[in-house]
Nanobody
Framework: QVQLVESGGGLVQAGGSLRLSCEVS????????MGWFRQAPGKEREFVAA????????DYADSVQGRFAISRDNAKNTVYLEMSSLKPEDTALYYC???????????????????WGQGTQVTVSS
């Protein structure tokens, strides 16, 4: 069973930065495409960013392009989300997700991911 544990969320002022981490318990972490999603109160869960198995490609939602950066360390079974220039509208519960068979054409689709973490809260004050 693959388990994902997010950390690094918190309260930050607008314009500030945070780094989220997601540690994955599996012996084959390098075989998983990793994604970050978020869900604000009353809204649907939405795609934020994704990264390929060897970091050969990365994909971002338009709303975070240029402000967020996804990365991974396969030796540490961890994926990161560096968030800067944070805005109040970035406030949400942030989830990481993993899948070993997902096509690059559908990495933005949450239903394509088999494994999910419990989420970490990010709150941006104005």
């Amino acid at each position: 069973q693959v388990q994902l544990v997010e950390s690094g969320g918190g309260l930050v002022q607008a314009g500030g930065s945070l780094r989220l981490s997601c540690e994955v318990s599996t012996r084959t972490f390098s075989s998983y495409t990793m994604g970050w999603f978020r869900q604000a109160p009353g809204k649907e869960r939405e795609f934020v960013a994704a990264i390929g198995r060897s970091s050969a490609w990365k994909d971002y939602a338009d709303s975070v392009q240029g402000r967020f950066a996804i990365s991974r360390d396969n030796a540490k079974n961890t994926v990161y989300l560096e968030m800067s220039s944070l805005k109040p509208e970035d406030t949400a519960l942030y989830y990481c997700a993993a899948d070993s068979t997902i096509s690059t054409a559908v990495v933005t689709a949450l239903y394509e991911y088999d494994f999910w973490g419990q989420g970490t809260q990010v709150t941006v004050s104005s």
